[in-house]
């Protein structure tokens, strides 16, 4: 497995990243790693590596657990940064951040309990065209 992440330019530090936020790596499919490495190659210039990894992985990870387990995971103050970040990517749109919330619709990984309190049942709260190869 480790020599078909090297091929696509995935690293371990992803998985550590997820360890860290309270979310098992092997949850989490090889395409949505791929894809946050390759979001980081493109949009983290400037940006350490490991930084955006951690922040990558906060987003997924509240997405994923929810508030309460990513409360009891991280911190309260941590999920209310995340909150924040959310309601930011919602209202700006073309962001990071909103590219990483609709790669967690689209993959099935987005808390039913995210999804409707921030209203994201449906994809058309984005521009289109936001994740791109």
């Known amino acids: 497995m480790f020599g078909l992440f090297s091929l696509f330019g995935c690293t371990p ?3 550590g990243a997820l360890r860290a936020v309270g979310i098992h790596p092997m949850l989490v499919p090889d395409a949505v790693k791929i894809t946050i490495t ?9 940006r350490d590596a490991e930084t955006f990894y951690r922040d990558a992985a906060e987003l997924l990870g509240y997405c994923m657990l929810g508030q309460e387990l990513f409360i009891e995971s991280n911190s309260a103050f941590a999920a209310d940064r995340v909150e924040e970040r959310i309601e930011v990517a919602i209202d700006v749109g073309d962001s990071g951040d909103a590219q990483l919330i609709l790669l967690a619709l689209h993959s099935g990984l987005m808390a039913e309990e995210v999804a409707e309190r921030f209203d994201l049942d449906d994809a ?7 994740i791109r190869d």
């Open 124 to 130: 058309g709260d984005f521009p289109d065209g936001l």
């Open 13 to 15: 530090a992803v998985d």
């Open 38 to 46: 390759r979001m980081q190659k493109r949009n983290g210039a400037g």
